[in-house]
């Protein structure tokens, strides 16, 4: 018996083919734009801040000059009193509030205020002038009494100063507004006016006004006659 026998080969497969779907792109999302409301009402807002930020720089701004300008002049009356020990002699510090100034100057002699001459003060230790917005003021003065030990010095109307913000100061001519601080050497005090007591005073004020509304700062210096202790007030 013959047997027969054949080869089988394996036939490569034919490959396979996938067929896949086209990539989607992907669609841009439509973009809204504002509208002209939310635009005005974006820039009403942005308005509105931007008023408040700059009105209170220029608050702060105003409050810091008169707080140097108020400092400036307190130092002055305090070295005025100073220069009396430093120099032997008497000294006088002389303010003038209706044209905002001040002088410190030897006064040897004394010093008699209805003949000082402001183009010729004499011999100044030194001088200045409150800034725009600062006045020696107001009419009414600090408006409350200054607490105890300077409780006695006439602030209020009660208690007779020639102003109520410049309690020492000539309330009529020669040198009207005028008003003179004389430190002795040995450390006490007059004054050019006002009722007797422990010491006088005057008053300075500030009206700081910016587009982010209006502030108002009142200070009251004192000086006591007995010994020259100078001190501000600041409600």
């Not at 209706?98 to 040897?108: C, D, L, V």
Request: aromatic residues 8%.
């Amino acid at each position: 018996m013959t047997l027969s026998v054949r080869r089988c080969e394996a036939r490569p497969k034919a490959p396979s083919v996938i067929h896949r779907a086209p990539a989607q792109k992907n669609q841009p999302l439509a973009r809204r734009g504002f509208t002209l409301l939310e635009a005005v009402t974006v820039l009403a807002v942005i308005g509105v801040v931007t008023t408040i930020i700059v009105g209170g720089l220029e608050i702060l701004r105003k409050s810091s000059l008169f707080t140097g300008s108020s400092a400036d002049l307190i130092t002055s009356l305090r070295k005025t009193r100073a220069e009396a020990f430093g120099r032997g002699t008497y000294t006088a510090f002389i303010i003038d509030t209706i044209g905002g100034r001040w002088w410190g100057i030897e006064a040897p002699g004394g010093m008699n205020l209805s003949t000082f001459n402001p183009s010729s003060p004499g011999t100044v230790i030194l001088s200045g002038s409150l800034p725009s917005g600062t006045i020696f003021g107001p009419s009414g003065g600090y408006g409350v009494a200054l607490p105890t030990p300077f409780a006695g010095i006439p602030v209020l109307p009660g208690q007779s100063p020639n102003f109520a913000y410049c309690s020492f100061c000539n309330t009529a001519n020669p040198n009207q507004g005028f008003g003179e601080i004389l430190f002795e050497p040995a450390g006490s005090v007059q004054f050019s006016g006002g009722p007797p007591g422990i010491g006088q005073q005057f008053t300075i004020q500030a009206t700081l006004q910016s587009a982010g509304g209006l502030r108002v700062r009142t200070m009251a210096v004192a000086i006591t006659a007995l010994n020259g202790v100078i001190e501000k007030f600041e409600p």
